[in-house]
T-cell receptor
Framework: GAVVSQHPSWVICKSGTSVKIECRSL??????MFWYRQFPKQSLMLMAT?????????EQGVEKDKFLINHASLTLSTLTVTSAHPEDSSFYIC????????????FGPGTRLTVL | AQKITQTQPGMFVQEKEAVTLDCTYD???????LFWYKQPSSGEMIFLIY??????QNATEGRYSLNFQKARKSANLVISASQLGDSAMYFC????????????FGAGTQVVVTP
């Protein structure tokens, strides 16, 4: 149980284009999903918290107009990187919180974005 | 200020031996949760073990155990009988509050298991 999928697993795009990444909880409902960014050899950096049916909460320093988050259902959240630039190249990973006392977050396999 | 500290950037361990990964945390909230995740080179984050601040006993999950020392604010992960497949990055994380809180991650420890 507690499987989270992410699509695509990797994407290469041209500078100026937008890229959408999907995060799905496959076998449980997730009222809250999280989006992280990870640079090579570094830890995960939380970008935003995505709540079903409401606006996402962004961490300080994260541009909400650049990283659009939509949590359309209890099993799907999307991250759109708008007008991507080479500095947006990174590993993006989502997680979904399973409703339990533990409040454990289960992670997707991640999406590697390369902007040329 | 850093809430989660992992002081070991990397370590080698021989196959079949046990290894301890250090993690200290900082919080004034009496209710919190501590997590360990494994990240192989493929990138996915794999949940390993959880310890709640009010749990009386140390958590165990198969070959993973958590040495929880509340007064010292440490939550070390012990991997027994290391296997080659244990080679990965290991992250300690903390969630403050009784729930709904976000995770804060440590810098991670790279473990390499040698034959």
């Amino acid at each position: 149980g507690a499987v989270v999928s992410q699509h695509p697993s990797w994407v290469i795009c041209k500078s100026g284009t937008s890229v959408k990444i999907e995060c799905r909880s496959l076998d449980f409902q997730a009222t809250t999903m999280f989006w992280y960014r990870q640079f090579p050899k570094q830890s995960l950096m939380l970008m935003a918290t995505s709540n079903e049916g409401s606006k996402a909460t962004y961490e300080q320093g994260v541009e909400k107009d650049k990283f659009l988050i939509n949590h359309a259902s209890l099993t799907l959240s999307t991250l759109t990187v708008t007008s991507a630039h080479p500095e947006d190249s990174s590993f993006y990973i989502c997680s979904a919180r399973a409703g339990s006392l533990r409040d454990t977050q289960y992670f997707g396999p991640g999406t590697r974005l390369t902007v040329l | 200020a850093q809430k989660i500290t992992q002081t070991q950037p990397g370590m080698f361990v021989q196959e079949k031996e046990a290894v301890t990964l250090d993690c200290t945390y900082d919080t004034s909230d009496p209710s919190y949760g501590l997590f360990w995740y494994k990240q192989p080179s493929s990138g996915e984050m794999i949940f390993l073990i959880y310890q709640g601040s009010y749990d009386q006993q140390n958590a165990t999950e198969g070959r993973y155990s958590l040495n929880f020392q509340k007064a010292r604010k440490s939550a070390n992960l012990v991997i027994s009988a290391s296997q080659l497949g244990d080679s990965a990055m290991y992250f300690c994380a903390m969630r403050e509050g009784p729930g709904r809180g976000k995770l804060q991650f440590g810098a991670g420890t790279q473990v390499v298991v040698t034959p």
